[in-house]
């Protein structure tokens, strides 16, 4: 390992160009900010390389790199077996604390173990949650490379650390913390996603694991309605309403809406429910998976939408979600070879579950088929050939993205997760704006402009609702509506993650017009 000299403390201030979101991608991390790095090959095993480090007003982030794939809260196998963990001085003391690594250590953060070892007063010692600091860890898969954020109000201005990987040893600094200094000039502030839709023409899914059942659930009915009248969604792919009628999920509707509802429930239990008639439904995906042909009116759009509802399997079941997403790629292929029209638009909603290995990530992505005896080759799934794109919704108010936490957790809980998902073919559809609701990230201004309550997701379920506003392409005839646009106005430019980005010289970009058109292009200097 690198060594720091006994007469030389490392003291590092840093900034970012921008706000850091919490969605597990360290794109929004800018590249010079690696500011410890280990010798490569000084562990028989996981070789912890490097970090880095870096704060807002709010949360202390941490970006970890190893040289293989582990996944960060759990143990999938010998070859990658690994435990984590994070040892934080927070007043940068070694005469307060768990002495360890010549610091003084308050949190000792056991990520395999889930828990958080306050050592504020050590020798005597406390197993915390996750939650007691705020602990978000992303991604939820398997990976290489994660970011964790922390709230930093308990900390003070000057704080040491260091990784270890208790399995083999491994330390980083090795012999000593180390030591940083907080930036109190730097911010989260991130723009405010509204409600308000930018196009009354705009199609609003929303996606929403309803936790067992929730709207049968009188302690919890009240709320789920309040979430659902608040986004004036167009479209609703449900988890977790297998209990639930048909009948039933239209009572509770007409309770607040007097739009008329069509549903669709799969042979999971799932419910899909739109504004607009199916011309087609599929229930022969998988046993998660089921899909609707949403018919679009004519005279407005282009086009019909594909909507597929998804409910992987939970936990450790890695291989029966492989084959959900082995399926759900074979289902696309048929879509492309003449089982729906050309160019159809569709997407891919729903609590899929991914906190096992990354491998299902990625045949949802790019069509990398597992089973290919049993489902074929495989193949990218977009229209135009490439991979389809993960969206991160964000929170409204907040750099968070994750959209399932635990309700009154403890000690060996896991962390928030980003569990729930919509992907979506963007060489035939783009998307306006996105966000995840979770309530008690939101000011009380914004609550009060959407007619929400801060309990309102914490006590609806377990899960938050995920929204997207999909940019259908329009008629070619309706150039003369008032909500239509005249011109082909550039919107943004996005790169193949979903991410706002500027135009970047020998990399393919997606270029987002107000009409609903897209284009993929790479500028080649």
Same mark, same amino acid.
């Given at each position: 390992m690198n060594k720091l000299s006994i007469?030389?403390? %490392?003291?590092?201030?840093?900034?970012?160009?921008q706000p850091i979101i919490v969605d597990g991608f360290l794109t929004d991390w800018n590249p010079n900010t690696t500011i410890f790095t280990d010798d490569l090959g000084d562990s028989p095993g996981i070789d912890l390389?490097?970090?880095?480090?870096?704060?807002? !007003?709010?949360?202390?982030?941490?970006?970890?790199?190893? *040289?293989?794939?582990?996944?960060l809260?759990?143990? %999938?196998?010998? %070859?990658?077996?690994?435990?984590?963990?994070? #040892?934080?001085?927070?007043?940068?003391?070694?005469?307060?604390?768990? @002495?360890?690594?010549s610091i003084g250590s308050e949190y000792g953060i056991d990520f395999q173990q889930k828990h958080i070892w306050?050592?504020?007063?050590?020798?005597?010692?406390?197993?915390?949650? #996750?939650?007691?600091? &705020?602990?978000v860890p992303l991604p939820s898969v398997t990976s290489n490379e994660f970011e964790i954020s922390l709230d930093r109000s308990t900390f003070s201005d000057t704080i040491s650390f260091y990784f270890k990987d208790e399995?083999?040893?491994? $330390? =980083?600094?090795?012999?000593?913390?180390?030591?940083?200094?907080?930036?109190?000039?730097?911010?989260?502030?991130? @723009?405010?996603?509204?409600?308000?839709?930018?196009?009354?023409?705009?199609?609003?899914?929303?996606?929403?694991?309803?936790?067992?059942?929730? +709207?049968?659930? @009188?302690?919890?009915?009240?709320? +789920?309605?309040? +979430?659902?009248?608040?986004?004036?969604?167009?479209v609703f792919?449900? *988890? !977790?309403?297998?209990?639930?009628?048909?009948?039933? =999920?239209?009572?509770?509707?007409?309770?607040?809406?007097?739009t008329n509802w069509y549903m669709f429930k799969t042979n999971n239990g799932d419910i899909t429910v739109s504004k607009? @008639?199916?011309?087609?439904?599929?229930? &022969?995906?998988? *046993?998660?998976?089921?899909? &609707?042909?949403?018919? %679009?009116?004519?005279?407005?759009?282009?086009?019909?939408?594909?909507?597929?509802?998804?409910?992987?399997?939970?936990?450790?079941?890695?291989?029966?979600?492989? +084959?959900?997403?082995?399926?759900?790629?074979?289902?696309?292929?048929?879509? $492309?070879?003449?089982?729906?029209?050309? &160019?159809t638009p569709f997407v891919f909603a729903g609590d899929m579950n991914l906190v096992g290995y990354r491998e299902q990530y990625e045949t949802i992505l790019n069509g990398t088929i597992s089973d290919t005896a049993s489902f074929g080759i495989g193949g990218y799934p977009d229209w135009d050939n490439t991979p389809i794109v993960d969206l991160v919704c964000r929170f409204n108010e907040d750099n968070q993205s994750y959209t399932w936490d635990k309700y009154n957790p403890s000690a060996g809980d896991y962390a928030p997760g980003r569990l729930d998902f919509i992907f979506y073919s963007n060489s035939v559809m783009s998307i306006d704006k996105s966000f995840t609701i979770s309530t008690e990230h939101m000011s009380a201004n914004f609550l009060s402009d959407n007619h929400l309550d801060i309990n309102d997701t914490k006590e609806a379920s377990d899960h938050f609702p995920i929204v997207a506003d999909l940019s259908v392409p329009l008629n070619s005839n309706l150039s003369t509506n008032p909500l239509a646009p005249k011109t082909k106005k550039l919107i943004k430019i996005i790169d193949t993650m979903g991410r706002e980005t500027r135009p970047i010289p020998n990399t393919p970009l997606i270029y987002l017009y107000e009409d609903g058109s897209i284009e993929k292009k790479i500028i080649l200097k």
């Open positions: 007469f030389f403390i %490392l003291i590092i201030k840093i900034s970012l160009s390389l490097n970090f880095s480090v870096y704060n807002d !007003e709010k949360n202390i982030y941490f970006r970890l790199k190893l *040289n293989n794939e582990i996944d809260t759990d143990s %999938l196998d010998l %070859l990658t077996y690994s435990k984590i963990r994070l #040892f934080i001085d927070k007043d940068n003391n070694p005469q307060t604390g768990y @002495p360890t690594n306050d050592d504020i007063d050590y020798p005597n010692s406390i197993k915390k949650s #996750f939650y007691w600091l &705020n602990l399995v083999n040893n491994d $330390k =980083m600094p090795n012999n000593e913390g180390f030591v940083y200094i907080l930036n109190n000039n730097t911010t989260s502030s991130l @723009p405010i996603i509204t409600f308000d839709k930018s196009d009354s023409l705009k199609i609003r899914l929303m996606s929403y694991n309803v936790r067992a059942n929730g +709207i049968l659930d @009188p302690s919890r009915r009240e709320q +789920i309605k309040n +979430i659902l009248k608040s986004t004036n969604s167009d792919t449900f *988890n !977790e309403t297998g209990n639930i009628s048909l009948a039933e =999920m239209e009572t509770f509707f007409n309770e607040f809406s007097s607009y @008639p199916f011309s087609q439904s599929f229930n &022969n995906i998988d *046993n998660k998976i089921g899909g &609707n042909l949403i018919d %679009l009116p004519d005279s407005i759009y282009s086009t019909d939408l594909l909507v597929l509802n998804g409910h992987l399997a939970c936990c450790y079941s890695d291989i029966a979600r492989q +084959i959900s997403a082995d399926k759900f790629i074979k289902f696309i292929l048929d879509c $492309k070879n003449g089982l729906i029209p050309l &160019n």
